[in-house]
């Protein structure tokens, strides 16, 4: 099997995402039925995979933490970043938390923070896999639920240096567009939505898919043992909870 390949990410800007199951071979089985993923080795152990889309592009990370740890799945997106060490303590300086890290993983380091309102994310310091923002080779955005729009704008951009060339922030009301390279790769909206499936409101960061055929790949889900709700206003999205709790989005390419 050849080796994947790695590119130098655009700094501040997302570069992966990661989900952390109790059962692999549930998700494993759960994202095969949905999004058509193959899985293969990450290199990290038995427990964790790369999520490869058809063509064999890496588009997510997915691992198995201890059942003892009575926590639903969750997805999680990593920022690139110079220097870990530098991100984690304007992490810190900023009201933010870092949680783990920044730790030796790979060929890089990387550190699991929260936001001052909650929402948790990573950073990534080294090459990542080819999982890009600026051609429009990302499979997904993110969109961040959170309290205050422009607060949060203001965090990410200190920590992320969102002010560089590289990016634009796009204020619209509420909601705040967040480019790099000419190409959307996160928005930050004040506020939950309708398809929270009457979980409570809280601040997170949700990973949103891009695939061919949102209606039926939310159909795909239900068929799976998840749950789908389609978002009042936003064309034919979807937010999917899979098998395990683990929410993410889904909306048309």
């Known amino acids: 099997m050849t080796a994947l390949k790695q590119n130098v990410p655009v700094i501040g800007a997302p570069c992966w995402v990661n989900l952390m199951s109790h059962d692999l071979e549930a998700a494993h089985a759960f994202y095969r039925a949905v999004l058509s993923w193959e899985f293969r080795n990450s290199g990290l152990g038995d427990e964790f995979s790369v999520a490869l889309a058809s063509g064999g592009s890496p588009v997510a990370g997915v691992g198995s933490r201890s059942n003892s740890i009575c926590l639903p799945a969750v997805w999680t997106p990593y920022f690139a970043v110079t220097d870990a060490d530098q991100a984690g303590a304007r992490i810190r300086e900023r009201g933010g938390i870092v949680a783990i890290g920044p730790i030796a993983m790979g060929g890089g380091r990387a550190g699991l923070a929260a936001d001052p309102d909650g929402a948790v994310f990573g950073f990534w310091e080294g090459p990542t896999l080819a999982w890009s923002v ?48 000419g190409q959307t790769v996160a928005v930050l909206r004040e506020g939950g939505n309708e398809a929270d499936f009457g979980l409570q409101i809280w601040p997170r960061w949700i990973v949103d898919f891009h695939v061919e055929d949102p209606p039926g790949t939310a159909a795909a889900a239900v068929d799976a043992g998840g749950m789908s709700s389609r978002v009042a206003g936003a064309g034919e999205a979807h937010v999917i909870r899979d098998s395990e709790g683990g929410i993410f989005a889904i909306s048309k390419v």
């Open 134 to 181: 600026g051609d429009g080779a990302a499979p997904a955005r993110l969109a961040l639920q959170t309290r205050d729009a422009r607060n949060a704008a203001s965090f990410y951009t200190q920590v992320f240096k969102w002010a560089e060339p590289d990016f634009h922030l796009d204020h619209d009301h509420n909601q705040i567009g967040v480019q790099a390279g």
